[in-house]
């Protein structure tokens, strides 16, 4: 893999830059930067090395189709205030930009394209579409480790276009995650939640050789309780996962990996409303399950206090409502607690996850913190990524 701080020649040339922009917006508010600042330092970079910049990002899933909300616009404003430059968002429709569109003022230094997912191609990984992108710059960087599990237009087919490099962030990511791996103490324990439960329960499975325990909260948590034939209300599930889940079961069985799921929940009527715990046999057609109930946290917490190493991915429930966040605030505040007491080790990855410890202040008690979510689980799993693969 070529790494772009090898490269000594970048003065002018016009360089692509991947990036994982897809902050956590609210009404058009960053309500987290994380993944903005992380990257500051590769942009300095090839400022420094006197490149000219196109960032290219997508936020959120707007499906092929223009969505206001999900504009890169207040993005490119903070990049703006933080780097002290000149950032243009070109808003143009992005199959109809030519070369010559950009950088036509010699002081300009750093464009930034809309939401690549605002068009349909970008997921289809579509081939005219990466070669168009391709054909407005000299080289490609993908400095998005979290969105390297994706094979989209931008992060892998593109790199059959222009040379390809890898970025200070990416290369930064995936030596922290090899280091993790290769040397991990037992017991080891996941945390898996969050709301993607397509994109991640069909990882759990191959995690559960490698692991000794696995919670599940968050969005995934409803689907085994609806297969364990409790109601669950409006609550998010995903269709068609009891094969999946009877699989894990038995595998974890077979593996001896303790999988642990909710023992009590807290619903809510709706996102903003209020809180009630709730026992499993219990919940009402028309309630929600937003949160984990105090009997798991306590076992939850128990097992964190058993665990050597911890990898936590997805909050336990709707932290954004204040009702939501006792769940995910608790298992932050165990792992924070051990992590001063050096007895555990603890690696936290994901955009909300990160967001909500951020809200806590608790980041810098963890020993590792990766910006991706879904990556990061399926780094973990062995897989080769597309992005990565792309690139070797
Ligand atoms: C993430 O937030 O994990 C990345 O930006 C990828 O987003 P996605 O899960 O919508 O592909
Ligand atoms: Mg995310």
Not at 155 to 160: G, H, M, P, R, W
Not at 266 to 291: F, M, P, Q, R, Y
Not at 312 to 317: F, K, L
Request: glycine share 6%; net charge positive.
């Amino acid at each position: 893999m070529r790494s772009i701080k090898d490269e000594t020649n970048l003065n002018q040339k016009k360089v692509l830059l991947r990036l994982d922009l897809n902050v956590p917006l609210d009404n058009e508010k960053i309500t987290d930067t994380t993944r903005i600042d992380k990257i500051l330092p590769t942009i300095n970079f090839l400022l420094k090395s006197e490149a000219k910049i196109i960032i290219l990002s997508h936020v959120g899933r707007p499906k092929g189709r223009i969505v206001k909300e999900l504009s890169l616009k207040p993005i490119c404003e903070d990049l703006r205030n933080k780097l002290n430059e000149n950032i243009r968002l070109v808003s143009k429709n992005i199959k109809e930009i030519k070369s010559t569109d950009l950088f036509n003022k010699h002081s300009e230094k750093i464009v930034i394209l809309e939401n690549l997912r605002f068009y349909e191609e970008e997921e289809k990984n579509d081939n005219g579409f990466a070669k168009h992108l391709a054909s407005l710059a000299d080289i490609y960087v993908n400095d998005a480790f979290s969105c390297s599990h994706r094979a989209h237009a931008s992060i892998f087919e593109i790199t059959k276009f222009i040379p390809s490099y890898a970025g200070l962030q990416l290369n930064s990511e995936i030596d922290a995650l090899t280091k993790i791996t290769s040397k991990i103490q037992r017991p080891i324990t996941c945390i898996i939640g969050g709301s993607k439960i397509s994109s991640k329960i069909n990882i759990i499975k191959n995690l559960i050789a490698k692991f000794d325990n696995i919670i599940m909260v968050g969005g995934m948590a409803n689907n085994i309780l609806k297969y364990k034939e409790y109601e669950i209300g409006k609550s998010i599930q995903e269709i068609n996962c009891d094969q999946i889940i009877k699989e894990i079961f038995s595998l974890s069985k077979k593996e001896n990996c303790k999988i642990i799921y909710p023992e009590d929940v807290v619903v809510g009527k709706d996102l903003n409303g209020t809180a009630e715990i709730k026992e499993l046999d219990n919940i009402s057609k028309d309630e929600l399950i937003l949160d984990i109930g105090p009997k798991t946290i306590k076992a939850i917490n128990l097992l964190i206090e058993e665990s050597s190493t911890i990898l936590w991915n997805g909050p336990a429930g709707y932290f954004e409502n204040p009702n939501f966040a006792k769940g995910s605030v608790e298992i932050a505040k165990k792992i924070i607690e051990k992590n001063k007491n050096n007895t555990i080790y603890s690696v936290v990855g994901g955009g909300d996850t990160v967001s909500l410890l951020n809200s806590m202040g608790g980041i810098s008690n963890f020993n590792f913190v990766s910006t991706a979510g879904g990556a990061f689980l399926e780094y973990l799993e062995g897989k080769k990524l597309p992005g990565i693969r792309a690139l070797n």
